[in-house]
């Protein structure tokens, strides 16, 4: 971080450890709703400050990541989706879905971008363009709750401290995108996949009441309730104009009626009577972020100024498959040979699901790993160390490290929030909430 955001938190800490802090057990004094409350059952005990001017800095940056990436049909494969398609591994029936909501152009800039701070910047690590966003009910009403405690209000005057709430921003999105159809004032719905609710529910209500204080009427639910009138989707009876889709489609697909589920949205953001937002994840697909690194090699594809910006943001990456037999298997012995420094990512896959941080497997289990991925559609990526956290624990007082995993928030204004992971050193450094109980959640106070 910059000086000024580890004078900060040193202050914090330095306070912390006094043991009659109001800052050391602030976590416990947090006043949240119910909702909220439910759907951040693991929280770090402390926030994380940043330097504002970095930080924004970085998001000018994932704007121009996320131009690269939406353009990268036009840009690398003569505007031909099948190829692009292709080249990223997903098969025809996936390449048909994705696409159906697409359009002729881009989808609207929306997104959480997964980094590291390296000790000297930003790396970027994964970019998922898309609805499904993990994280963003916290991002405004955490910081919220802090300011409520006196200790900690008193605090961040004395340094200066403030935050992104991306609420609003989120909120007129949404409008804008109901405006699209004619919906003055849209009713928004928050969508899971079939039988999401028992497992998601209290994260989607947490987006449900966040959306409610901006004053949209938001409804939250299954793909699976839904009903359709003449092509308007209803949900428990309400008809529905924007939906907020957190269904993903491997689940979609893998579902017996997913078809049948599916089929009536796609024709009624087609037809007019609803929009989904967003429309396709097929640019949040891992792959894209290893053309960007590939491509950034030919001038043709990109200005100096954009390749500048793919070199200072991603890390070395490279997908597996493309290159044909015989030249996998010489890149397959490259990567074995820098197994250690190499993270293997399935692209299309979510929540950790497949990663392998090369330094933390056997090389057997690594080079099996490569070989069947040139069938598969997937990513190695240079790893980044991640920067250190300090903690003092609430009831104890002792120090303790954690590893952090950034998340920097989209929407069509540019950057709008954030937040962090963290995990402690010792395990996998594989940061999901999805298979890593000991993972955290926190907000960010900029400084």
């Known amino acids: 971080m910059s000086a000024r955001a580890n004078r900060v938190t040193e202050a914090y800490l330095a306070e912390c450890a006094t043991p009659n802090s109001g800052l050391r057990g602030a976590l416990a004094e947090l006043d949240v709703s119910e909702t909220m409350r439910a759907a951040w059952p693991r929280l770090l005990p402390r926030p994380v400050m940043v330097d504002e001017t970095e930080f924004r800095s970085f998001g000018r940056d994932l704007v121009t990541i996320f131009d690269l990436v939406t353009s990268l049909p036009q840009r690398c494969f003569d505007g031909d989706f099948e190829r692009f398609r292709a080249a990223l591994g997903i098969d025809v029936r996936r390449g048909a879905w994705m696409r159906r909501l697409l359009g002729d152009g881009p989808p609207p800039l ?40 006196p200790a900690f209000a008193e605090f961040a005057a004395e340094h200066g401290l403030g935050y992104l709430d991306m609420s609003g921003d989120l909120a007129a999105a949404l409008r804008n995108a109901g405006k699209a159809i004619g919906a003055g004032e849209p009713v928004v719905a928050v969508l899971e996949g079939p039988g999401g609710m028992g497992t998601y529910g209290d994260q989607r209500r947490a987006i449900g009441e966040l959306l ?71 640019f949040g697909n891992k792959g894209t972020l290893a053309m960007l690194s590939e491509f950034a090699e030919d001038a043709s594809a990109f200005s100096a100024q954009e390749r500048a910006v793919i070199e200072r943001v991603l890390p070395w990456s490279r997908m597996l498959g ?89 929407t069509p204004t540019g950057l709008c929030g954030g937040g962090v992971r963290a995990v402690p050193p010792g395990g996998s450094t594989v940061i999901t909430m999805i298979n890593n109980t000991q993972v955290r959640n926190t907000c960010l106070f900029t400084c």
């Open 110 to 149: 929306y997104g959480r971008a997964d980094t590291y701070y390296d000790g000297a910047s930003f790396k970027l690590l994964e970019f998922n363009i898309g609805s499904a966003l993990g994280g963003l009910d916290m991002v405004g009403p955490l910081p919220k709750a802090y300011l409520r405690i």
């Open 322 to 410: 493309r290159r044909g037999p015989e030249a996998d298997e010489r890149f397959i012995a490259e990567c074995m040979q820098r197994r250690e420094q190499l993270v293997f990512k399935p692209t299309g896959l979510s929540g950790g699901e497949g990663v392998l941080i090369g330094r933390e497997v056997d090389a057997r289990t690594w080079r099996k790993a490569l070989a069947a991925s040139t069938q598969t559609g997937s990513l190695v990526q240079e790893i980044v160390q991640p920067n250190v956290e300090t903690v003092i624990e609430p009831r104890t007082g002792a120090r303790s490290e954690w590893f952090a995993l950034w998340a920097a928030f989209m």
């Open 212 to 282: 409610a204080e901006q004053g949209i009427d938001c409804r939250v639910g299954e793909i699976s309730d839904l009903t359709f009138r003449s092509g308007k989707p209803y949900l428990h009876g309400t008809a529905i104009d924007v939906i907020l889709r957190y269904y993903g489609l491997e689940e979609m697909l893998a579902h017996p009626d997913g078809d049948a589920l599916m089929e009536p949205v796609f024709r009624a953001h087609e037809n007019g009577t609803a929009v989904v937002w967003t429309p396709t994840n097929v």
